[in-house]
């Protein structure tokens, strides 16, 4: 194999990266580094393998917008218990408890309750080369994968086939990282809507409630997710009905849109997210529960507060994501 050599280097200060991510992410407990960057036998090719433990839930695909923006060559794997998957590209390590999954991967601990731990024997800055990507390291079980990635990768489509998830393109391998990455897709819009060509006829995309929100959803998703429907699914619990926004994956995903207007209309949208969320949760075949609130940009409230309070994990997934409206132009 033959690298350029020819391409510029940016250097990073992992203790920036650190602060910046645990104060975006203020549940974050302690972070290790492991893997090659910690053994010292990288290249400047090589990814920075990061163990994250955090004290309440946290979004893979809100660490991913994290590494994209501030370092591509972050691998950061969030732990449950003995196990840790990569927000990257979601392989997994595991072991029967946290600690031993330490221990195994000979993880050094770089920041525990708020503070970096500077006496940590690591490199404290890093280079990556400019326009090169950073191949990912790939766990499966307890040691990392390479030459077996591509029979693990066919089981792997094999398996996502059954759930009802596309591999064709391929976009996660569990519900949640799913449901995170169409949320993640509709909230980038936003910023693309203010970039649009003025000179067109149709050059204005205005979202003034939830059903507008919808709409955007389903042109953004429908495209490349054919068998996403739309209140195709009509729930029954105790003589109720209730009819789901959208659904995909025989109902395992399920998405309901609310609209905060104004300050006034914030308490009864929250109430109404927590009756439909012990609603949804009583049906067995929901395995995430999705709650996209467009909340109007004069309207003062904690989004991230909100999301954190209302998105649970456990054998049913409740995510709540806030989106702030563009202001009128």
């Known amino acids: 194999?033959?690298?350029?050599?020819?391409?510029?280097?940016?250097?990073?200060?992992?203790?920036?990266?650190?602060?910046?991510?645990?104060?975006?992410?203020?549940?974050?407990?302690?972070?290790?580094?492991f893997g090659s960057r910690r053994y010292r036998t990288m290249s400047r090719r090589?990814?920075?393998?990061?163990?994250?433990?955090?004290?309440?839930?946290?979004?893979?695909?809100?660490?991913r917008s994290f590494t994209l923006l501030n370092c591509p060559a972050l691998d950061i794997f969030i732990s449950e218990g003995g196990k840790a998957i990569s927000c990257a590209n979601e392989s997994y390590v595991m072991d029967s408890s946290f600690d031993l999954l330490v221990n195994r991967l000979d993880a050094i601990c770089i920041f525990r309750d708020g503070s970096i731990l500077s006496s940590a024997d690591v490199d404290w800055t890093f280079e990556i080369p400019i326009g090169v990507d950073i191949p990912m390291t790939s766990m499966i079980g307890p040691e990392p994968s390479y030459n077996r990635w591509r029979p693990a990768l066919r089981g792997l489509l094999?398996?996502?086939?059954?759930?009802?998830?596309?591999?064709?393109?391929?976009?996660?391998?569990?519900?949640?990282?799913?449901?995170?990455?169409?949320?993640?897709?509709?909230?980038?819009s936003f910023s693309v809507i203010k970039e649009l060509n003025t000179?067109?006829?149709?050059?204005?995309i205005a979202v003034s409630n939830e059903y507008d929100l919808q709409n955007l959803f389903w042109i953004l998703n429908k495209p490349w997710l054919p068998t996403i429907a739309r209140e195709e699914v009509?729930?029954?619990?105790?003589g109720s009905s209730k009819v789901a926004d959208f659904n995909i994956a025989n109902n395992a995903i399920v998405y309901e849109f609310k609209h905060i207007k104004n300050t006034g209309t914030k308490a009864s949208v929250l109430k109404t997210i927590k009756g439909l969320e012990d609603f949804y949760t009583r049906n067995p075949n929901i395995q995430v529960l999705v709650f996209v609130v467009l909340i109007e940009h004069d309207v003062e409230m904690d989004d991230r507060r909100i999301e954190s309070e209302f998105s649970k994990s456990g054998d049913r997934t409740v995510q709540v994501y806030c989106i702030r409206n563009n202001p009128r132009r």
């Open 1 to 33: 194999m033959h690298y350029r050599t020819d391409v510029d280097f940016e250097t990073f200060s992992l203790k920036d990266l650190v602060l910046k991510l645990t104060s975006e992410f203020l549940s974050i407990t302690e972070l290790y580094i």
């Open 158 to 188: 094999s398996q996502v086939q059954t759930m009802g998830l596309p591999t064709e393109p391929y976009i996660a391998s569990d519900y949640e990282s799913f449901a995170s990455f169409t949320i993640d897709i509709l909230k980038r």
């Open 234 to 238: 009509t729930l029954i619990y105790d």
């Open 199 to 204: 000179k067109g006829k149709s050059s204005q």
């Open 46 to 63: 090589s990814d920075v393998d990061i163990l994250l433990r955090s004290s309440a839930h946290i979004q893979p695909a809100r660490i």
